[in-house]
């Protein structure tokens, strides 16, 4: 083995080892809240906390884009034939690296519930963990999707891109 792919081989394995860090992070910080949301004080009586602050930085936070769960079985990214659809997919994808979790809705043209989905639309969440319940959609060149879905953390925002497609799915 080369010298450089070793060094690729390293730090993929340190990436991949970061990602799944945050990713128990995220899970531990849910549980916490979750327990800590059943024994809470009326917001009549309470006075405000930092976790609050928390929250509302947290909404402030932009995405970092995350490929981990892309979907290679039902991407047709490879039938991306146009510059213009090149361009709009790569603007896409920049905008909502900017979004965060409070202005996200602007690039989401719908909604695809795992307990609906039928079709390719049941295909995406084939390589999704179990706990994701819900793909966003943005569009386009009138029939292109962009799916990801979205994971709020304390200390940062994932967008997860699920798959591009140039086409619409069925």
Partial sequence: MGKDKKKRKALRKDKAQEFHQIQNTIHEENVERSIRSKYKIPGSVAI???EEDLLQKIGQSSFSLIFHYYNHNI???????TTSQAEQIVKILDNLSKSTPNNVHDLIRDSIHRKNAQGDYARLFSSLPEDTEIIHESSF??????????????KQNFACV???NP????
Avoid: M, Q
């Fill in 141 to 154: 060149c009138d029939e292109g999707r962009v799916f990801f879905f979205t994971i709020n953390g304390i």
């Fill in 48 to 50: 405000p906390t930092i």
């Fill in 167 to 170: 086409l619409h799915l069925s």
């Fill in 162 to 164: 699920v798959s591009i």
């Fill in 75 to 81: 991407c047709a990214l490879t039938k991306v034939n």
